[in-house]
């Protein structure tokens, strides 16, 4: 689970910001507003995908494997059509397909294997969430456990990235990081009644900043 958490994983994570680099370039996000900030990232947008990570972790228990195949496509799919901005998608769907591909290079395993192919064959995005929950199941992590670490994992990277664009200093980001814990345990958990039908994500700034990201003169990140 550490190893899987942790953000030098080799996908590339490193390399993108989801829009938060145009928002400081552009002064609407300082480091005095950081911890709010994160804190309705996680209600919002970290609610989404821990809700779609659980539901792929439960797919690697289904006794078809046509019936795992196809839901697992079908929730990529609806995962992409709650992405409104282009940045983001791409960046999350390439997460996604590196870490299902890093995990194979590791060890061979039949139920990755078929989910990679399946959505090669569909030309469906594999979004790193939803790869994290099944990756998580294969790997004999419960659920719970599976979206804890993949939140910690996806804020530790957003406030990582912050210390390259902001004056946010090492001390600092531990004590938001700290924070935020029972933010991001409420999260976990209420993801557990999670419902495809009652999900909803508002989150403009982020998704202007993520479609604005090309126009910045100097960028640091990717995305």
């Known amino acids: ?35 709010a900030f994160f ?7 970290g609610q989404l995908e821990s809700c779609f990570c659980r539901l792929s972790h439960r797919l690697a228990h289904l006794p078809d494997p046509e019936q795992v195949e196809h839901q697992w496509c079908m929730l990529n799919m609806q995962l992409s059509a ?6 983001s998608r791409v960046a999350s769907a390439t997460l996604g397909r590196r870490f299902l591909q890093l995990l194979l290079s590791l060890e061979e395993n039949s139920l990755l294997r078929q989910a990679l192919q399946a959505a090669r064959a569909q030309q469906v995005d594999v979004h790193y969430s939803t790869a994290f929950g099944l990756v998580g199941a294969t790997s ?9 670490a993949y939140l910690q994992q996806t804020l530790t990277g957003f406030v990582s990235a912050c210390q390259r664009l902001l004056p946010l200093g090492q001390s600092q980001a531990s004590s938001i990081l700290w924070r935020l814990k029972p933010i991001l345990i409420e999260v976990a958990h209420k993801s557990m ?12 700034l982020m998704d202007i900043g993520s479609m604005r ?10 995305s």
């Open 1 to 35: 689970m550490l190893q899987l958490a942790d953000s030098a994983l080799p996908i590339g994570s490193t390399a993108h910001s989801f829009g938060l680099e145009t928002l400081t370039v552009e002064d609407n996000l300082r480091v005095d507003q950081l911890e």
């Open 39 to 45: 804190q309705h990232f996680l209600l919002e947008t």
């Open 82 to 87: 709650f992405k409104t901005a282009r940045e």
């Open 140 to 148: 004999d992590l419960d659920e719970t456990t599976t979206v804890l």
């Open 193 to 204: 009644s999670a419902d495809l039908e009652e999900l909803t994500i508002f989150t403009p």
């Open 213 to 222: 990201h090309p126009l910045v003169t100097t960028r640091l990140f990717i």
